[in-house]
């Protein structure tokens, strides 16, 4: 029982760490195929009722989201990445 807890919080607190170190399309990829997966997971419950069903949908789910979150980046902040200065003003500048 505790492994059905740990795993899933660990997996969430590594992707929290990981977006944060991200360029914004990349932000919005893994944000989009989160998304993404959790739709496709209830929707392939909801279609298939069994778990063969779940897996497709939360994979298929992953996937679209993925590639919606990407594409949907605004053209001026890909390969930019935004700082934050002493005086609190967010700059968006080339990835260092």
Excluded: F, K
């Excluded at 969430?12 to 496709?40: D, F, H, K, P, Y």
């Excluded at 778990?51 to 594409?71: C, D, P, R």
């Amino acid at each position: 029982m505790i492994r059905r807890i740990i795993l899933p919080l660990t997996l969430a607190t590594v992707a929290a760490i990981a977006v944060g170190c991200a360029t914004e399309q990349n932000q919005r990829g893994l944000s989009g195929a989160l998304i993404g997966a959790g739709t496709g997971a209830v929707a392939g419950q909801l279609i298939g009722r069994n778990t063969t069903s779940t897996v497709a949908g939360a994979a298929g789910g992953a996937l679209v989201g993925a590639a919606i979150g990407t594409a949907t980046t605004p053209s001026y902040n890909r390969g930019n990445c935004r700082y934050r200065q002493p005086d609190g003003t967010i700059i968006i500048a080339r990835c260092r």
